[in-house]
């Protein structure tokens, strides 16, 4: 059991408010792990008016200090970088082969591209008789998510402490224990008392004091659309900027002269990742009808090579989903689409066979696959948010695209085609923050985001930067 008892505030580990705490259960067996601290609005003042009396002297310290803090940060992170995805894939869930890769090298990448980036990003402009300058906007609550958290906490904070901001983080209680460590290794490197501070707690008891709180100029959070739309409320009461990176509901269009097998094979690979619980994953399989048949074999072939178990073996594939609740969601949404009408290709709501011995109390759902699954279904259009794909027809590019863009959601998707005009001509009129082109690279320099309910904002590279500034226009008298 890891027992984590104090929040970390002001440069200093401190007792909560409250004696209540949050049991850290193991996705692949349902046990207890670990306890945090349940914190109070007490504690979130105390951390806020820490980071409040920080800003100041941050914000003005040189850029090349801050960055040389976020470059030692890199380097422990890097020497910590087993502990930290071993750590991650006992909370989460993910494979751990896939951990080391995802949960925690590819996290330290922010932080690189926001050292290499800041010193070139023009902080100043001549316009007229005026000097438009950027300045840091503040004091910055960043709320993140469980399913990769420690990418989130890095690409939030990385990005406000190299902008001179100051930060209050609020990792999720389904997954807080790599945020905790990370605090560790901040005290370790000796950042100023106050730059960055960690409250732990629900939303309610946490969460909604943070984002409601007078003193903190930004929130930037990672999560449910739903949980989105009432930060967006709160914070709207104070005049707050957000930045919300929300769900998605990602359409992998598959034009009819792609190579299919390929398209399959990695359409496949980006749903199933992390068991499911991705926000960007093609969790739509748009097929040309002439290819519906081959699609799906090929997909249930796919589905079929996943070794379900312990997250900690190196041969497991596909871990469990984070929780109970989250396993009963997963498992609804399952149900939903049998009853309306959407045919099951592979899998379904029961739990697994041939699960390792003590694991069958663990929170796994098989590969799922469904077809014929029409727009109206709420298979097409509710985020699922675990290891389920569903194949829609098309008969027309039109057609294609239509589909696509008939969701609330807009964060990600993919197009494929031999024909890359084709293909781009297609991705152009998709309604989404990103989209691969013939399965191409996550590329964390370019901004990441989404449109419509998928989020408001943008994080990595420059555009990241550039939500945790404030315009300032200096007006000088025409002589």
Same mark, same amino acid.
């Given at each position: 059991?890891?027992?984590?008892?104090?929040?970390?505030?002001?440069?200093?580990?401190?007792?909560?408010?409250?004696?209540?705490?949050?049991?850290?259960?193991?996705?692949?067996?349902?046990?207890?792990?670990?306890?945090?601290?349940?914190?109070?609005?007490?504690?979130?003042?105390?951390?806020?008016? &820490?980071?409040?009396?920080?800003?100041?002297?941050? %914000?003005?310290?040189?850029?090349?200090?801050?960055? @040389?803090?976020?470059?030692?940060?890199?380097?422990?992170?890097?020497?910590?970088?087993?502990?930290?995805?071993?750590?991650?894939?006992?909370?989460? =869930?993910?494979?751990?082969?896939? %951990?080391?890769?995802?949960?925690?090298?590819?996290?330290?990448?922010?932080? *690189?591209?926001?050292?290499?980036?800041?010193?070139?990003?023009?902080?100043?402009?001549?316009?007229?008789?005026?000097?438009?300058?950027?300045?840091?906007?503040?004091? #910055?609550?960043?709320?993140?998510?469980?399913?990769?958290?420690?990418?989130?906490?890095? /690409?939030?904070?990385? !990005?406000?402490?190299?902008? /001179?901001?100051?930060?209050?983080?609020?990792?999720?209680?389904?997954?807080?224990?790599?945020?905790?460590?990370? &605090?560790?290794?901040?005290? /370790?490197?000796?950042?100023?008392? =106050?730059?960055?501070?960690? #409250?732990?707690?629900? =939303? &309610?008891?946490?969460?909604?004091? +943070?984002?409601?709180?007078?003193?903190?100029?930004? #929130?930037?959070?990672?999560?449910?659309?739903?949980?989105?739309?009432?930060?967006?409320?709160?914070?709207?009461?104070?005049?707050?900027?957000?930045?919300?990176?929300?769900?998605?509901?990602?359409?992998?269009?598959?034009?009819? @002269?792609?190579?299919?097998?390929?398209?399959?094979?990695?359409? #496949?690979?980006?749903?199933?990742?992390?068991?499911?619980?991705?926000?960007?994953?093609?969790? $739509?399989?748009?097929?040309?009808?002439?290819?519906?048949?081959?699609?799906?074999?090929?997909?249930?072939?796919?589905?079929?090579?996943?070794?379900?178990?312990?997250?900690?073996?190196?041969?497991?594939?596909?871990?469990?989903?984070?929780?109970?609740?989250?396993?009963?969601?997963?498992?609804?949404?399952?149900?939903?689409?049998?009853?309306?009408? &959407?045919?099951?290709?592979?899998? =379904?709501?029961?739990?697994?066979? /041939?699960?390792?011995?003590?694991?069958?109390?663990?929170?796994?759902?098989?590969?799922?696959?469904?077809?014929?699954?029409?727009?109206?279904?709420? +298979? !097409?259009?509710?985020?699922?948010?675990?290891?389920?794909?569903?194949?829609?027809?098309?008969?027309?590019?039109?057609?294609?695209?239509?589909?696509?863009?008939? *969701?609330?959601?807009?964060?990600?998707?993919?197009?494929?085609?031999?024909?890359?005009? $084709? !293909?781009?001509?297609?991705?152009?009129?998709?309604?989404?923050?990103?989209?691969?082109?013939?399965?191409?690279?996550?590329? !964390?320099?370019?901004?990441?985001?989404?449109?419509?309910?998928?989020?408001?904002?943008?994080?990595?590279?420059?555009?990241?930067? +550039?939500?945790?500034?404030?315009?300032?226009?200096?007006?000088?008298?025409?002589?």
């Amino acid at each position: 059991m890891i027992i984590r008892d104090a929040h970390y505030i002001d440069g200093t580990w401190c007792p909560s408010d409250s004696p209540a705490t949050l049991d850290v259960r193991g996705a692949a067996t349902g046990e207890a792990v670990g306890s945090v601290p349940d914190g109070t609005a007490r504690d979130v003042s105390a951390a806020v008016a &820490a980071a409040r009396r920080a800003f100041p002297n941050w %914000s003005g310290r040189p850029m090349a200090e801050r960055l @040389d803090l976020l470059s030692r940060l890199e380097e422990a992170l890097a020497e910590r970088a087993e502990e930290f995805a071993a750590l991650i894939t006992t909370e989460v =869930g993910t494979p751990l082969r896939v %951990s080391r890769m995802l949960q925690a090298d590819a996290p330290r990448a922010a932080l *690189t591209n926001y050292r290499q980036l800041l010193p070139h990003l023009p902080l100043e402009e001549k316009i007229g008789a005026s000097v438009v300058v950027r300045e840091p906007i503040g004091v #910055v609550a960043c709320v993140t998510a469980w399913n990769f958290p420690l990418q989130q906490v890095l /690409g939030k904070m990385g !990005a406000a402490l190299a902008t /001179g901001c100051t930060t209050v983080v609020k990792p999720s209680e389904i997954a807080p224990l790599s945020a905790f460590l990370l &605090a560790d290794i901040v005290h /370790g490197l000796g950042f100023p008392a =106050g730059v960055f501070n960690l #409250v732990s707690g629900t =939303g &309610a008891s946490v969460g909604e004091p +943070l984002v409601e709180h007078p003193d903190v100029d930004m #929130v930037h959070f990672t999560g449910s659309t739903g949980t989105g739309r009432r930060i967006g409320e709160a914070a709207a009461r104070t005049v707050k900027r957000v930045a919300l990176e929300l769900g998605g509901k990602s359409a992998n269009v598959i034009l009819d @002269d792609a190579d299919l097998p390929q398209a399959v094979k990695v359409g #496949v690979a980006n749903c199933f990742t992390n068991t499911g619980q991705t926000c960007t994953a093609w969790t $739509r399989m748009l097929v040309h009808r002439s290819q519906l048949d081959q699609a799906e074999e090929l997909v249930r072939t796919r589905a079929a090579r996943y070794r379900l178990g312990d997250p900690l073996d190196p041969d497991t594939t596909m871990g469990p989903l984070v929780s109970a609740a989250q396993q009963d969601t997963v498992r609804g949404h399952i149900r939903r689409a049998l009853e309306q009408g &959407a045919r099951l290709v592979c899998g =379904g709501p029961e739990q697994p066979d /041939g699960l390792p011995d003590g694991f069958s109390d663990g929170f796994f759902v098989a590969p799922t696959v469904f077809s014929d699954v029409t727009v109206d279904m709420a +298979l !097409a259009q509710d985020e699922v948010f675990g290891p389920v794909l569903a194949i829609l027809p098309y008969d027309t590019d039109d057609e294609a695209v239509e589909i696509a863009n008939s *969701t609330i959601y807009g964060l990600a998707g993919g197009v494929w085609s031999r024909d890359l005009e $084709r !293909a781009e001509r297609v991705a152009r009129r998709l309604r989404t923050g990103q989209v691969d082109i013939n399965g191409s690279y996550f590329n !964390a320099l370019a901004p990441f985001g989404g449109v419509k309910q998928s989020g408001i904002g943008r994080e990595l590279g420059v555009h990241g930067l +550039l939500e945790f500034y404030e315009f300032k226009s200096l007006q000088f008298a025409q002589t």
